[in-house]
Nanobody, 123 residues
């Protein structure tokens, strides 16, 4: 089995910063893409940022509303992805979910979600 464990959420004032972490563990052969999504109250889950590793190099992708404020990074040796969130705004308030596409030790591709971590930005 494979699981993702998130940490780093909390309450912060507008303009502040938080760093989210997400570690993958279990019967992992290789982790392909890792990313963060969020879901605000009453809204659909949306993509925040993704980090994809490939033989040609790493690729990052951000939703427009967080460009220039959020930075996604990854530690491949630890199967961990981070989301550094700066200049936070009240509209960033949401439950943040980690997502990963993983090739298991049984050579089966799986898509895994974390349980989510709450980020609350006060005005």
């Amino acid at each position: 089995q494979v699981q993702l464990v998130e940490s780093g959420g909390g309450l912060v004032q507008a303009g502040g910063s938080l760093r989210l972490s997400c570690a993958a563990s279990g019967t992992i052969f290789r982790v392909n893409a890792m990313g963060w999504y969020r879901q605000a109250p009453g809204k659909e889950r949306e993509l925040v940022a993704t980090f994809t590793s490939a033989a040609t190099g790493a690729t990052t992708n951000y939703t427009d509303s967080v460009k220039g404020r959020f930075t996604i990074s990854r530690d491949n040796a630890k199967n961990t992805v981070y989301l550094q969130m700066d200049s936070l705004k009240p509209e960033d308030t949401a439950v943040y979910y980690c997502n990963a596409k993983i090739l298991t030790s049984f050579f089966r591709w799986v898509e895994v979600w974390g349980r989510g971590t709450l980020v609350t930005v006060s005005s």
